[in-house]
């Protein structure tokens, strides 16, 4: 019954790994924040200093510093297509048939969309990352499931006409 076990997610248990590393990392911030600023001490009311005694100070806030900016790497924003030149247009303003456009669109459509990261895409469709198979073992798994159950129903739909002539 090796088919019903879960399979471990070696992405998963990386992920898991690196939130014990998150809540490690914030818990030392806080430690090392709680050590450079220190809470201030109890807070005292009026009626138990003694009388004639000075009231302490409360601590002067640190001073304001500076932001500090990190360079962000943006794309730049592409510009819209300029309007159509006015040859495609007819006489009476409808657009003429322009074939290769036309093939151009098609291709697109059919095309897809392209990758934001093409380098994850070509790690795993090669196998890079450990502990996950690569895309075309995956690919050759559902193709076989998809022509395995393709032919139970083709035996299955043969059997019903089969049984169908026979007790007709």
Not at 65 to 94: D, H, L, M, S
Not at 145 to 160: K, T
Request: positive net charge.
């Amino acid at each position: 019954m090796a088919w019903l076990k879960k399979k471990n997610d070696p992405i998963s248990a990386h992920a898991a790994a690196l939130n014990e590393q998150i809540a490690a990392l914030e818990s030392q911030i806080k430690k090392l924040d709680s050590q450079l600023h220190p809470a201030p001490g109890p807070r005292l009311r009026a009626s138990t200093l003694p009388p004639g005694a000075a009231r302490p100070r409360p601590p002067e806030p640190a001073p304001l510093r500076e932001p500090e900016f990190t360079p962000v790497k943006q794309r730049p924003i592409q510009p819209p297509e300029p309007p159509p030149a006015p040859e495609y247009f007819n006489e009476f303003g409808v657009r003429k048939l322009d074939l290769p456009a036309l093939w151009k669109r098609g291709c697109q459509f059919f095309s897809g969309p392209t990758t934001a990261n093409p380098r994850l895409v070509s790690y795993l469709a090669a196998g890079g990352v450990q502990g996950l198979r690569p895309m075309r073992y995956e690919k050759r798994i559902a193709r076989r499931r998809f022509f395995g159950l393709a032919a139970l129903l083709f035996v299955i739909l043969f059997l019903i006409v089969w049984h169908y002539y026979q007790h007709r």
